[in-house]
């Protein structure tokens, strides 16, 4: 029977890898409160939907009213991008850990290898739990966003037609 869990795992890790891991698990919560927080925004817009009128300035009525939908977007990029770095420096410190327990005990069996082989490729694991939702999630609002300001510029265009 496999005992398999990620907090097993970190808690048999160097204080640098349960650190980056940390690390990477706040950035995973963060980025999904953002995500959770814009597709409320959006439902909300939905059902609610902003629409230029006579009395908004039509030079700034689009950037206005798209900044809560572009708000922590930047996060969301960022954490795509860096992520995966921090889980490949976790692993590469990991397995420089494990190198010096192999060292240290003069043995490869794989009761040795087969911990810090694990927690370094964990930090790997978190490094992609992050990166790839934050990506996802990233483009899709980021669409969905331009759409939205490219329909108010419309918007403001049709109104002062009239």
């Not at 349960?18 to 953002?34: K, R």
């Not at 930047?74 to 420096?89: M, Q």
């Not at 911990?115 to 996802?136: D, E, H, K, N």
Request: charged share 15%; hydrophobic share 50%; glycine share 6%.
């Amino acid at each position: 029977m496999n005992n398999f869990s990620f907090l097993t795992i970190f808690s048999l890790s160097d204080p640098v890898v349960f650190a980056t891991s940390i690390l990477l698990v706040a950035g995973s919560v963060a980025s999904w409160a953002i995500i959770i927080g814009k597709f409320r925004l959006w439902g909300v817009e939905k059902v609610r939907p902003t629409k230029f009128t006579r009395e908004d300035n039509p030079h700034t009525f689009a950037d206005k009213a798209i900044e809560p939908f572009d708000k922590n977007l930047w996060f969301l990029s960022t954490a795509a991008a860096v992520a995966p770095f921090v889980g490949l420096f976790g692993t590469i410190w990991g397995i420089m850990h494990l190198f010096a327990a192999i060292g240290a005990t003069n043995s490869t069996s794989l009761a040795v290898v087969a911990p810090g082989l694990a927690v370094a490729l964990g930090a790997t694991a978190l490094g992609l739990f992050v990166a790839i939702p934050a990506a996802v999630f990233y483009q899709y609002f980021s669409k969905k966003s331009d759409d939205f300001y490219n329909k108010l510029e419309a918007s403001v265009k049709e109104t002062n037609k009239k």
